[in-house]
């Protein structure tokens, strides 16, 4: 562990070259960050709260300029579609809170917060009307369905979805569950839940009017190449679905069937080089916008694993893996260009930038890594202020 200051921490930019990026990241092209972190002594948090940067559009450099203390574990965070409001859910809380966004400064001013019916949320998705924020209880095992107002504050949960309910005559190793993930498929109609503890994939019919989870035909996918599914992720244009595995670090990919809402495994690659012997676990996935290359980190290991995929299946290749120059890589992230991808080194407090190569998948190190204590989540406002 490094040991970290807070002040020091906030104000360091380590930049290529040693020149500063501070005047070209004020221009009305840079767009903004935001970080959560872990914060508490039972998650070895060294972090305070959400911190808000500004992103240089050329460089991808990062550029502290708000920081929205007294929060505890901020671990994952969500824009609204419209850009003017910031959600999170809190590791080990029970609640979820949100922020007003202007667009112009990137500056956060708390609304207000809610509870989501279970415990430990990790991770949050809204619906395609902006109406609905779910979240996945990952200690409580249930998915919590809250309404959100037009002035972007939240309400208490609506509904309370309970995993362990459906399990149906099927039995895993584990007898708890474990939701890491809440991920809407490209018509909104279904819900799909990576579901650690119960080693299988949760799908749902996802009503839009009432905000209504219901269980499909076949309610979940279990099958032997899973190993506590974390996260997954959608091909952006074809009928694909690619599931990280945290425990055995490999991805599998699948079929999607966008009718009946099911999943067909069809292959599994690892996340790691078989010549690596000690412990890894596989945390974050990430997709190129084109489809054509596809990203995952790797905590132990301390990777990214980088894969081409076929244009017509969407199998995994290995390209290969660059080093995240930090330890526990629990996050990476492409920012809304897709130029750049960031990793957020969670034991080695610092994110790290890499430039994209869209027709190789490349990943280049730019030089720029910023301090952040405890770096969990980031979210990255989309469109450009006025």
Known sequence: ?????????????????????????????????????FTT???????????????????????????????????????????????????????????????????????????????NGV??????????????NYSTGTVGVLHLEPDGKIQDHV??????????????????????????????????????GLNRVFVFHFDSTNGRLTPTGQSSTVDPTFSAPRHLAFHPSRPIIWVLNESASTATTCRWDPAHGTLQPLQVVPTLPSEFKGHSTAAEIAVL???????????????????????????????????????????????PSQRFLYAANELGSTIVTYRVDPETGHLTPTGHKVASPSPVTITFLTQRPA
């Open 159 to 196: 509904q309370l979805m309970a995993l362990q309910s459906h399990l149906g005559s099927q039995r895993v190793e584990k007898s708890s569950s474990n939701p890491h993930q809440i991920v809407f498929d490209p018509s909104g109609r279904f819900v799909l839940v990576p579901d650690k």
């Open 123 to 136: 991770h949050l998705a809204i619906d395609a009307s902006g109406k609905f924020l779910l979240v996945a």
């Open 289 to 335: 916008s084109n489809g054509r290359f596809v990203y995952s980190s790797n905590r132990g290991h301390d990777s990214i694993a980088i894969y081409s995929t076929d244009p017509n299946t969407g199998l995994l290749k290995s390209v290969g893996w660059v080093p995240t120059q930090g330890n526990g890589p629990r996050f990476i992230s492409l920012d």
């Open 41 to 119: 002594a039972e998650r070895q948090g060294r972090g305070d709260g959400i911190d808000v940067y500004r992103m240089e559009p050329e460089t991808g450099a990062l550029t502290h300029v708000q920081h929205v203390g007294n929060l505890m574990n901020p671990s994952f965070l969500i824009l609204s579609r419209d850009q003017r409001f910031l959600y999170s859910v809190h590791g080990d809380g029970t609640y979820a809170s949100s922020f007003a966004v202007d667009r112009n400064t990137g500056y956060l001013t708390s609304l207000n917060r809610a509870a989501t019916g279970g415990s």
């Open 1 to 37: 562990m490094i040991a970290c200051n807070r002040r020091d921490l906030l104000k360091s930019v380590v930049m290529a070259g040693g020149l500063g990026v501070q005047l070209s990241a004020r221009g009305a092209n840079a767009g903004y960050a935001y970080v959560g972190c």
